[in-house]
């Protein structure tokens, strides 16, 4: 008689761990799921800061320049009106 309950206990048994084991699999999927999206948002993030970086340096190469002309120049006017001004004296 024992041995009639024993067959449905077992498949029971295996039946439960099945389950453990299918929640088990959906929790690992559902966790690597949310870490790949959050490595996703990282990524554009950090390209995202990235393009801001590159913008800054292309900003801050133009200024540069710009002072470097603009340096120059006065450094022309200068040569000009002290020449100017030893030719009047």
Same mark, same amino acid.
């Given at each position: 008689?024992?041995?009639?309950?024993?067959?449905?206990?077992?498949?029971?048994?295996?039946?439960?761990?099945?389950?453990?084991?299918?929640?088990?699999?959906?929790?690992?999927?559902?966790?690597?799921?949310?870490?790949?999206? &959050?490595?996703?948002?990282?990524? $554009?993030? %950090?390209?995202?800061? @990235?393009?801001?970086?590159?913008? /800054? +340096?292309?900003?801050?190469?133009?200024?540069?320049? &710009?002072?470097?002309?603009?340096? $120059?120049? %006065?450094?022309?006017? @200068?040569?000009?009106?002290?020449? /100017? +001004?030893?030719?009047?004296?």
């Amino acid at each position: 008689m024992q041995a009639a309950y024993a067959a449905p206990l077992i498949l029971l048994a295996q039946t439960r761990q099945a389950d453990r084991d299918k929640a088990h699999d959906e929790m690992v999927e559902r966790f690597h799921d949310q870490t790949e999206k &959050q490595s996703e948002h990282r990524i $554009e993030a %950090v390209k995202a800061e @990235t393009d801001k970086l590159a913008q /800054l +340096l292309e900003s801050n190469t133009s200024l540069t320049q &710009q002072d470097k002309d603009l340096t $120059e120049q %006065v450094a022309k006017l @200068t040569k000009e009106i002290h020449g /100017l +001004l030893l030719k009047q004296s």
